[in-house]
């Protein structure tokens, strides 16, 4: 069964409005991070957000993690058409480098 | 400052062909992942390599895949006897050893087999 789960599996917004992403885990997480893929494209790094922390900002983007509840939300703000993509988050586990991928959110913004 | 290199981006093999798939990392960086992404999937662990050494293949097939990270030159995937099951992006990330989870990504092989 998958580690990350991303929801929802699919999103439409009109430009401007805000996006929100949700994922959630299963096991101990070491860190999280969210990654972005653009159509056939490889991956590019967002935001990484370790286990110990809460909240964290990098320009639009706004990360929360719960480890209570095993989760953890993607949020960007005023969004623009080249935020269209599919976004993936990512946890790794102490002692464990590998990652293990969600199965993604696809983000379509409105012009 | 050169990101991590993969090449070929694109592949076409026949079945019962191979193929070889190579990754530069970072400049610097000692440790390399290869990932699979099969279509509308998210990309799943392959192999963890770092010079010389396999240090995690759990996500390998067990038969047909093979990778190694050399002392020199780039990492190799190597796919033998391809079927049409192994179409699919193959990604290759690194990262630095003080931070292994910091994983750059390369932009991918697609390996088609027909």
């Known amino acids: 069964s998958q580690q990350g789960e991303e929801d929802p599996q699919a999103l439409s917004i009109q430009e401007g409005e805000n996006a929100t992403m949700n994922c959630s885990y299963k096991?101990?997480?070491?860190?999280l991070q969210w990654y972005r893929q653009n159509s056939g494209r490889g991956l590019v790094h967002l935001i990484l957000?370790?286990?110990?922390?809460r909240e964290k900002h990098s320009g639009r983007l706004r990360v929360t993690l719960d480890t209570s509840k095993k989760s953890s939300s993607l949020l960007i703000t005023a969004s623009r058409a080249a935020d269209t993509a599919s976004y993936f988050c990512?946890?790794?586990?102490?002692?464990?480098?590998?990652?293990?991928f969600g199965t993604g959110t696809r983000l379509t913004i409105i012009p | 400052n050169a990101g991590v290199m993969q090449n070929p981006r694109h592949l076409v093999r026949r079945r019962g062909q191979e193929a070889r798939l190579r990754c530069s990392p970072v400049?610097?960086?000692?440790?390399v992942y290869w990932y699979r992404q099969l279509p509308e999937e998210g990309l799943k662990f392959m192999v963890y390599?770092?010079?010389?050494?396999?240090?995690?293949e759990s996500g390998m097939p067990k038969e047909r895949f093979s990778a190694e990270f050399p002392k020199e030159g780039p990492s190799i995937l190597r796919i033998q006897q391809v079927v049409r099951g192994d179409s699919a992006a193959y990604f290759c990330?690194?990262?630095?050893?003080?931070?292994?989870?910091?994983?750059?990504f390369g932009p991918g092989t697609r390996l088609t087999v027909t």
């Open positions: 990330a690194s990262s630095p050893p003080q931070r292994p989870s910091e994983q750059y």
């Open positions: 096991t101990s997480i070491n860190n």
């Open positions: 957000i370790r286990s110990n922390e």
């Open positions: 990512a946890t790794d586990d102490f002692g464990n480098e590998k990652l293990t």
């Open positions: 400049k610097g960086h000692s440790h």
């Open positions: 390599l770092q010079k010389e050494n396999i240090i995690d």
